[in-house]
């Protein structure tokens, strides 16, 4: 069984600090991606980042950055320098392989993070 | 391209009555997977349909039910409302092949309050 656990519920930080957001996957399967999701409060999901099983270098977009680390079943979030508009709740999860050919990967979620920055 | 549609945004129904939700997905993407959020449980998968046929189902009652139609589009419905089902509620589609045939892109959602 697929589980996502964030252990962070709530953090909250003064703008322009760096944070970081905690992932922990478990899976059985070998080939698997993990996502980080926004959910501003207007509820959509908006798509950050995606990692296959087979790419364990860290990324970088503009302040985001992510730490994957397949030995300890980890995905981390941080932003650098955060800004009022990152108030939002993120969202780790893990799709697993399909077990129909070509049919969508099922998502699990963690719980959330909610993100509060303070101006 | 537009995102994937959801009507409506907010419904308010009563206990017992029954709910139809709808979805369009982005042009080209066939597969449509609804979730359930809730602050209780989180989100959860629904189910998912490709073809116009139901081809993954998660762990809820058969309360729950969706179509796909030959446009791609879907549809959810509840029957039987109850309290516990208010929540918002998730579609995403995903292309076919590709690239990015794993990835799930998400509407914004209808938000069922159920009185």
């Known amino acids: 069984a697929q589980k996502v656990t964030q252990a962070q519920t709530e953090i909250s930080v003064v703008e322009k600090e760096d944070v970081t957001l905690d992932c922990v996957y478990e899976t059985r399967d070998t080939t698997y991606y993990l996502f980080w999701y926004k959910q501003p409060p207007s509820g959509e999901l908006v798509f950050l980042i995606r990692?296959?099983?087979?790419?364990?270098q860290n990324e970088i977009s503009g302040r985001y950055s992510w730490n994957f680390q397949k030995s300890t079943s980890s995905f981390n979030f941080t932003i650098t320098a955060s800004q009022v508009v990152d108030s939002a709740v993120y969202f780790c999860?893990?799709?697993?392989?399909?077990?129909?050919?070509?049919?969508?990967?099922?998502?699990?979620f963690g719980s959330g993070t909610q993100l509060t920055v303070l101006p | 391209k537009a995102g994937v549609t959801q009507t409506p945004r907010y419904l308010i129904k009563t206990r017992g009555q029954q709910v139809t939700l709808s979805c369009s997905p982005i042009?080209?993407?066939?597969?449509v997977s609804w979730y359930q959020q809730t602050p209780g449980q989180g989100l959860q998968f629904l189910f998912e349909y490709f073809s116009e046929t139901q081809r993954n189902k998660g762990n809820f009652p058969g309360r729950f039910s969706g179509r796909q139609f030959s446009n791609s589009r879907s549809e959810m419905n509840v029957s039987t409302l109850e309290l516990g089902d208010s929540a918002l509620y998730l579609c995403a589609s995903s292309p076919e092949q590709g690239a990015r045939s794993n990835e799930q892109f998400f509407g914004p959602g209808t938000r069922l309050t159920v009185l």
């Open positions: 042009s080209g993407h066939r597969s």
């Open positions: 999860a893990l799709s697993d392989t399909p077990q129909v050919r070509g049919s969508a990967r099922q998502l699990t």
């Open positions: 990692r296959n099983s087979f790419d364990e």
